[in-house]
């Protein structure tokens, strides 16, 4: 007989609505609980880094009507893979990698489909609107670069988003893209590069692109 | 700061306002914290299962030989003694009567599937994988059933009662017959009792659940038939709100797989008006929940509700996610001039409003709100700061409806552009 049919109390199930914080800011504990599969710690889990993830994808992809489904992907991915991750103090590093890694898979899954059935990138995402009043040239400029950022090569528009529209840092930008920090210097400078030149084909982008050297605001 | 530089960041905004707006993030946690809390079933299921792993080719064998039996052998009841575990499923147009030494029967409902395991001396486990089950449990002490069904774990000590389980609903019933059991699970109080005659309906998918007494139930009915105003005995320990739902009747609990759910709490309330309740049933709910589940015109419901309790954000995205859901019928066309009207006369976005009437018209081309939207139009462009394309619209609207109530406006508005011609 399993031991555990012995008791004579049920066993609590896990319910849906879940109670509040218990972990507070230990990210040592929440990870000890995530290993132990505490659907509690999940929900504090997907509280504490939720939005930095939606940001991260939405940088990336823009604003993409897969967006919920993509989050989900990534803590999904997270949850399954959380026995890996040793120090506590590395998961926002751990998750956002995984997110670039679902933002990369997504892509590349939608660059399949456009040669298989027509579908591009623009059918996914929706118009992005300064809110009014606002100079209504903004907008047009807001898509173009939208488009500009969609034609880019894959690890050039990755950290191209994640250093001038997220503004990570170096180090974090190389993190989440698991390569050295050389590495990300280099296609930062080759992914400036990609920008401009693709900038220049839209007119409402030449003007702003006239004076600009450098992009970052740090 | 560069132009790009500050291109870039008006992006950024951009985006963050539009993430806010989207409910992404509402959405991918209803859907994560429900794959986690399967995910942790599976795990439970795995780790009870493990050390009888070598028994599953049994099992196999077993369903081979109940299989073969069935067919050939008519519908004598399979006696087993089972010392592992194993799987049966009832075909689809018989039950399949399951007896044990202990005296226990159990009667799986035409396409349910269970696995019933440790049936030593005290205790056994029955997982319900789908569909019904009946069960006879004889009372002896110390012997006890656990029955798991989806996210719910029942615990009998000598009872009859049937339960459901519809994992594509997550569709959750006990019918008690005799006797009471303990019932532990998600949006449950813990170890919530059910007993003689009671019925438990838990919809995961709705975030409610109710308990009733069918016998009190029709005690309420000839009550309210006689004119008595007396309260009905529904029970609903976490939701009292529960108790003025339209509980199912005991022949509906016994419906499976093709089951319908009583409409949700919210839609009842905003049917008869009440906004304000309905809008607090929607956030118990989860936004996000409701706006996934809900049909297109019970979101346009939900839009029009918000908009009476002026959550203008919630209606937006009621009206945006009906668009998304039914392109092209007149719930994503009424959508359309809502969103239009509301720009208009609550966030004062006469370009955006402009441009959802322009919409409207374009996929609307005969209804009986054209006439609004052309007007409406008008004075959106007119308000926008686009005086060329508001005369246009004046001009058109005066074509269609020369009497029309926006007709005094549109000849203003035309007389002071005399150099444009009728």
Same mark, same amino acid.
């Given at each position: 007989m399993h031991s555990s049919m012995r008791t004579s109390q049920p066993r609590t199930l896990t319910p849906i609505v879940l109670p509040g914080d218990r972990f507070g800011d230990d990210d040592a504990a929440l990870l000890r609980a995530l290993k132990a599969g505490d659907i509690h710690a999940a929900s504090r889990f997907y509280e504490r880094y939720a939005n930095h993830i939606a940001r991260v994808l939405t940088r990336i992809l823009g604003p993409d009507r897969e967006l919920a489904d993509l989050i989900n !992907?990534?803590?999904?991915?997270?949850?399954?893979?959380?026995?890996?991750?040793? !120090?506590?103090?590395?998961?926002?590093?751990?998750?956002?990698?995984?997110?670039?890694?679902?933002?990369?898979?997504?892509?590349?899954?939608?660059?399949?489909?456009?040669?298989?059935?027509?579908?591009?990138?623009?059918d996914y995402s929706e118009p992005l609107h300064v809110p009014e009043p606002a100079d209504p040239d903004v907008n047009d400029a807001l898509s173009a670069v939208q488009a500009v950022l969609t034609k880019m090569s894959l690890e050039n528009r990755i950290v191209f988003s994640l250093r001038f529209i997220e503004q990570l840092d170096l180090s974090a930008v190389a993190e989440a893209c698991g390569v050295s920090l050389a590495t990300v210097k280099r296609r930062i400078q080759r992914a400036e590069g990609e920008f401009a030149a693709l900038a220049r084909k839209h007119d409402c982008l030449v003007e702003r692109m006239a004076r600009t050297e450098k992009w970052e605001s740090r | 700061m560069t132009k790009m530089k500050s291109l870039l960041a008006q992006m950024r905004q951009a985006q963050d306002a539009w993430m806010a707006h989207s409910g992404a993030v509402d959405e991918g946690r209803d859907s994560f914290?429900?794959? @986690?809390?399967?995910?942790?079933? #599976?795990?439970?299921? #795995? @780790? $009870?299962?493990?050390?009888?792993?070598?028994?599953? =080719?049994?099992?196999?064998a077993m369903l081979l030989v109940g299989a073969l039996w069935w067919l050939l052998g008519g519908a004598q009841p399979l006696d087993?003694?089972?010392?592992?575990?194993?799987?049966?499923?009832?075909? *689809?147009?018989?039950?399949?009567?399951?007896?044990?030494?202990?005296?226990? /029967? &159990?009667? +799986?409902?035409?396409?349910?599937?269970? $696995?019933?395991?440790?049936?030593?001396? /005290?205790?056994?486990?029955?997982?319900?994988? #789908?569909?019904?089950?009946?069960?006879? &449990?004889?009372? $002896?002490?110390?012997?006890?059933?656990? @029955?798991?069904?989806?996210?719910?774990?029942?615990?009998?000590?000598?009872?009859?009662?049937?339960?459901?389980?519809?994992?594509e609903t997550a569709h959750f019933t006990v019918t008690m017959r005799e006797g009471r059991v303990r019932i532990n699970g998600p949006m449950l109080p813990e170890s919530q009792e059910v007993r003689d005659n009671q019925? +438990?309906?838990?919809?995961?998918?709705?975030? %409610?659940?109710?308990?009733?007494?069918?016998? +009190?139930?029709?005690?309420?009915?000839?009550?309210?038939?006689?004119?008595?105003? *007396?309260?009905? /005995?529904?029970?609903s320990p976490t939701d009292a709100a529960a108790a003025d739902e339209q509980m199912p009747d005991e022949d509906a609990v016994h419906r499976d797989a093709s089951s319908k759910i009583a409409p949700a709490l919210w839609v009842s309330q905003a049917r008869k008006g009440r906004a304000s309740a309905a809008m607090a049933s929607v956030k118990?709910?989860?936004?996000?929940?409701?706006?996934?589940?809900?049909?297109?015109?019970?979101?346009?419901?939900?839009?029009?509700?918000? %908009?009476l309790t002026r959550d203008v954000a919630l209606a937006e995205r009621a009206y945006h #996610?009906?668009?998304?859901?039914?392109?092209?019928?007149?719930? *994503?066309?009424?959508?359309a001039f809502s969103l239009g009207k509301m720009?208009?006369?609550?966030? =004062?976005?006469?370009?955006?409003? =402009?441009?959802?009437?322009?919409?409207? +018209?374009? /996929?609307?081309?005969?209804?009986?709100?054209?006439?609004?939207?052309?007007?409406?139009?008008?004075?959106?462009r007119q308000r926008c700061g686009n005086s060329t394309s508001a005369q246009d619209a004046a001009r058109r609207y005066l074509q269609a409806y020369p009497d029309g109530p926006h007709a005094p406006a549109a000849q203003k508005l035309l007389g002071a552009a005399p150099a444009n011609d009728m």
């Amino acid at each position: 007989m399993h031991s555990s049919m012995r008791t004579s109390q049920p066993r609590t199930l896990t319910p849906i609505v879940l109670p509040g914080d218990r972990f507070g800011d230990d990210d040592a504990a929440l990870l000890r609980a995530l290993k132990a599969g505490d659907i509690h710690a999940a929900s504090r889990f997907y509280e504490r880094y939720a939005n930095h993830i939606a940001r991260v994808l939405t940088r990336i992809l823009g604003p993409d009507r897969e967006l919920a489904d993509l989050i989900n !992907d990534t803590f999904c991915a997270a949850y399954a893979s959380v026995h890996r991750l040793k !120090d506590s103090a590395k998961m926002k590093a751990w998750i956002t990698k995984i997110a670039v890694h679902v933002a990369r898979s997504c892509i590349r899954k939608r660059q399949r489909r456009r040669v298989l059935w027509f579908r591009y990138e623009s059918d996914y995402s929706e118009p992005l609107h300064v809110p009014e009043p606002a100079d209504p040239d903004v907008n047009d400029a807001l898509s173009a670069v939208q488009a500009v950022l969609t034609k880019m090569s894959l690890e050039n528009r990755i950290v191209f988003s994640l250093r001038f529209i997220e503004q990570l840092d170096l180090s974090a930008v190389a993190e989440a893209c698991g390569v050295s920090l050389a590495t990300v210097k280099r296609r930062i400078q080759r992914a400036e590069g990609e920008f401009a030149a693709l900038a220049r084909k839209h007119d409402c982008l030449v003007e702003r692109m006239a004076r600009t050297e450098k992009w970052e605001s740090r | 700061m560069t132009k790009m530089k500050s291109l870039l960041a008006q992006m950024r905004q951009a985006q963050d306002a539009w993430m806010a707006h989207s409910g992404a993030v509402d959405e991918g946690r209803d859907s994560f914290l429900q794959q @986690v809390a399967s995910r942790s079933q #599976r795990a439970a299921f #795995r @780790v $009870r299962w493990t050390p009888l792993a070598l028994a599953g =080719a049994g099992a196999a064998a077993m369903l081979l030989v109940g299989a073969l039996w069935w067919l050939l052998g008519g519908a004598q009841p399979l006696d087993v003694t089972p010392d592992a575990a194993h799987w049966y499923q009832a075909t *689809a147009d018989a039950p399949l009567p399951l007896h044990f030494d202990s005296g226990d /029967e &159990v009667v +799986l409902s035409p396409g349910s599937a269970a $696995r019933i395991a440790h049936n030593g001396d /005290e205790h056994a486990v029955m997982m319900l994988e #789908r569909g019904r089950a009946e069960l006879h &449990v004889v009372h $002896r002490t110390n012997t006890q059933w656990q @029955v798991n069904a989806g996210p719910f774990a029942i615990v009998v000590t000598g009872t009859r009662f049937e339960t459901t389980w519809i994992p594509e609903t997550a569709h959750f019933t006990v019918t008690m017959r005799e006797g009471r059991v303990r019932i532990n699970g998600p949006m449950l109080p813990e170890s919530q009792e059910v007993r003689d005659n009671q019925v +438990l309906t838990v919809s995961l998918q709705e975030h %409610r659940f109710s308990l009733v007494d069918p016998g +009190l139930a029709t005690a309420q009915a000839q009550r309210d038939a006689s004119g008595d105003a *007396a309260p009905a /005995e529904a029970l609903s320990p976490t939701d009292a709100a529960a108790a003025d739902e339209q509980m199912p009747d005991e022949d509906a609990v016994h419906r499976d797989a093709s089951s319908k759910i009583a409409p949700a709490l919210w839609v009842s309330q905003a049917r008869k008006g009440r906004a304000s309740a309905a809008m607090a049933s929607v956030k118990a709910e989860g936004v996000a929940s409701v706006l996934r589940r809900a049909t297109p015109n019970e979101l346009l419901l939900l839009a029009d509700t918000a %908009r009476l309790t002026r959550d203008v954000a919630l209606a937006e995205r009621a009206y945006h #996610r009906v668009r998304e859901r039914a392109p092209h019928t007149g719930d *994503a066309y009424t959508a359309a001039f809502s969103l239009g009207k509301m720009a208009f006369d609550v966030s =004062a976005k006469y370009c955006e409003s =402009a441009r959802w009437f322009e919409t409207y +018209l374009d /996929e609307q081309k005969h209804s009986s709100l054209r006439r609004e939207a052309m007007g409406r139009l008008m004075e959106a462009r007119q308000r926008c700061g686009n005086s060329t394309s508001a005369q246009d619209a004046a001009r058109r609207y005066l074509q269609a409806y020369p009497d029309g109530p926006h007709a005094p406006a549109a000849q203003k508005l035309l007389g002071a552009a005399p150099a444009n011609d009728m």
